[in-house]
């Protein structure tokens, strides 16, 4: 609640200037005529959309819902989205474009071309179908951030094998437990990957992970680093060597529209991931349309966004919606202060970028480095802003604005979730008056509401549930291998009219001009620097641990991080509440699941807050991370004295 009180102070209102609206595709005038178009037929509407996209077999239909929530988009459309992607640039002037233009963490750098990407995707393609690999098998990729990753990408839809694309940043515990759901029979990798100047041993997890997985029969590896790693023999194969022996010429297999084209896991209010299913047509039909529209792509941008490829915004905005869209996609391998604080604003200066898309985290630690990064690289070529991950708060939002967009470039503060596919809130840039930390109004085709745990609407500021109450492409179709969880998750808890909507996990209201704030997730999910972060996997990589007995996690603000991950431990007897101990547990969590989930304090205590029928009392938890003590009612409490108790835990931060 408290962002939202700080979110409300800032009125001011920014409208796009008059030079961007004249160059724009879309102005306040085109965006009604589109949006009345999207509501009088949405089937209409969205099947339009589909021929942004190369069918092999144009569809015919729309939306089937007739099995709600298991829906399908254009379900009697036919086609490989790396056409859509690379082989009908060929016929163009796009064909010597440069597709990628891409940057090593070192300092090294790779430009490919259309042509140059098409066929290098199809070497690799051809290398994997002369392994035995084919449409449907699925292949997970746990690579940095270096071009063969998006070779990888869609040398695996060439060949209609669902990809699930494992962020560098996970332990070999959370890469096995992802290859055995997806029952992945291949993995591409890497020997390593540089991060910060150190290398992280990619293919030494792999092998890790794969002492439990019997399943998979092929690794191919890229040398980035040339590190020594051990190559098992029969199963580990040098991409170089694979590819080498290829000719560049592999058909593109059409696949229907409903085709999963990639499983990405995310973090639920579970201990275990959801692999995230998404479709190839309707996916791909609604990434195209935000892509168009959102980023106001033409031609001659160099778009550059900072998201991993492990992430969401990474398959939908550095690989398939530019690419779609045949642009010009800067991409880097490393951490935006290495091996200087400005490497970003280098790289914008450098390659002339005109659209750069970021996250709030980064924002935040950009503004405490200061302005003198900035101030020292050209920033002119910009011509638009984004941000995802996370609500930005005003502060941040302003920063950007003047300091990396001059008071010249629109900002587009765009929502969404590995499940949306793509962008479903945002504004239009040549259209939409935007208000710092709010990302304004559902795009067009895009049915969006808050309402109560009844069902009931909110009214205008009221704050409530955020849901989408009408399926959209780019949905995701189910939970990999667990289609009841997919149902319950997201539709089993908010009806409206009795009938199942989408519920996102997160809080937010329509201000009085029908704006909408996000107020962040109101599950037991965390957003950690944009990452989600399930509480529920923290707490039982901790438990797993033999020290400890019980473990509940809570988000608490962080000015950089949006939420601080904290954990209330209880250890069992005979274990000492010591600052070493609590070390090894986050290191514990780190081998568990990766970095990104190590616990920033933990606090040792005899007991845990709960209810009387055992739950957790984690809204408690909450505010004693928060604020040092729980303020809120505690009436369901079981024993009062654990309060007391919580209060002076024992904290390993000062
Ligand atoms: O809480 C919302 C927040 O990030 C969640 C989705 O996380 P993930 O699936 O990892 O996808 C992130 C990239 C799309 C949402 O439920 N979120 C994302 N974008 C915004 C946001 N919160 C506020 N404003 C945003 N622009």
């Known amino acids: 609640m408290k962002t939202i009180d700080s979110v409300q102070s800032e009125k001011r209102l920014f409208p796009p200037s008059e030079r961007f609206v004249s160059q724009s595709l879309l102005d306040a005038e085109g965006l009604r005529a589109l949006r009345e178009e999207a509501s009088a037929d949405p089937d209409g509407f969205w099947l339009k959309q589909s021929q942004l996209l190369h069918w092999q077999t144009p569809p015919t239909e729309g939306l089937d819902q007739s099995q709600h929530p298991f829906v399908t988009w254009f379900k009697d459309g036919e086609l490989n989205l790396t056409e859509s992607c690379l082989d009908r640039h060929l016929s163009t002037a796009r064909r010597n474009k440069a597709a990628l233009i891409w940057e090593g963490e070192p300092g090294d750098q790779r430009v490919l071309t259309y042509f140059e990407l098409h066929r290098e995707v199809c070497r690799a393609a051809a290398a994997l179908l002369r392994l035995g690999i084919k449409t449907g098998d699925r292949v997970v990729i746990y690579m940095p951030m270096i071009p063969e990753l998006v070779i990888a990408v869609l040398a695996c839809a060439r060949i209609g094998a ?16 992802r290859i055995s759901d997806a029952g992945a029979t291949a993995v591409l990798t890497a020997d390593g990957g540089y991060r910060r100047g150190k290398v992280v041993p990619l293919k030494h997890n792999v092998d890790e992970a794969l002492k439990h997985c019997p399943e998979v029969r ?8 040339g590190q020594d790693i051990s190559m098992h023999p029969g199963r580990d194969h040098f991409w170089a060597d694979l590819v080498r022996a290829e000719h560049g010429l592999c058909d593109a297999v059409a696949v229907p529209s409903e085709h999963p084209l990639f499983i990405l896991y995310t973090s639920g209010t579970t201990g275990k991931p959801k692999g995230v299913v998404h479709s190839t047509g309707g996916y791909a039909t609604h990434v195209a349309f935000t892509t168009k529209y959102v980023f106001d792509l033409r031609d001659e941008d160099t778009y550059f966004c900072t998201a991993d490829v492990g992430w969401i915004t990474g ?36 390659w002339g970028v005109t659209i750069f898309y970021t996250a709030p985290t980064a924002i935040r630690a950009f503004m405490r480095w200061g302005d003198s990064h900035p101030r020292s690289h050209r920033l002119s070529s910009l011509r638009l802003l984004g941000t995802v991950g996370e609500p930005i708060n005003p502060a941040a939002w302003l920063w950007y604005h003047e300091h990396i967009g001059h008071g010249r470039c629109p900002i587009v503060d765009t929502w969404w979730q590995t499940e949306t596919g793509g962008i479903m809130v ?36 009221e704050g409530g549930y955020l849901v989408v109450t009408r399926p959209w492409p780019g949905q995701l179709r189910t939970v990999w291998g ?19 909507v989408y519920f996102t996990g997160d809080g937010a209201r329509f201000d009085e001009d029908g704006y909408l704030w996000v107020m962040g997730r109101v599950d037991d999910v965390l957003n950690v620097a944009g990452h989600r972060i399930g509480t529920a996997e923290v707490e039982s990589a901790l438990v797993g641990h033999p020290h400890v007995a019980e473990a509940a996690v809570v988000g608490r603000p962080d000015d950089l991080k949006g939420q601080a991950i904290v954990a209330f431990v209880t250890l069992r007897s005979g274990h000492s509440q010591t600052p070493e101990t609590a070390s090894l547990l986050k290191e514990h969590v780190v081998h568990d699941i990766g970095a990104i989930a190590r616990p920033d304090e933990i606090r040792f205590t005899e007991a845990l807050p709960k209810t009387r029928s055992g739950k957790i009392m984690r809204r408690l938890l909450r505010e004693i991370a928060t604020t040092g003590k729980a303020v809120g009612d505690v009436t369901t409490l079981e024993d009062m004295a654990v309060l007391q108790r919580l209060s002076s835990a024992n904290s390993d931060e000062e």
């Open 315 to 350: 398959h939908s905005y550095i690989v398939y919606g530019p690419l779609i869209h045949g642009a010009t996609v800067v991409m880097y391998e490393g951490a935006p202060d290495a091996p200087h604080k400005g490497r970003f604003w280098e790289i914008i200066d450098k």
């Open 426 to 461: 945002s504004p239009l840039p040549g259209a939409t008056v935007t208000k710092p930390g709010s990302c304004t109004q559902p795009l067009p085709g895009i049915a969006v509401e808050t309402v109560h745990k009844d069902g009931s609407r909110c009214g205008r500021s």
């Open 218 to 225: 092929h690794v191919i590896v890229v040398s980035r680093t």
């Open 162 to 177: 669902t990809h699930s694309v494992i962020f560098g940043g996970f332990s070999s515990e959370a890469i096995r437990d």
């Open 482 to 500: 667990d289609p009841e969880r997919y149902r319950k998750t997201y539709f089993g808890d908010i009806q409206i009219d009795g009938r199942p």
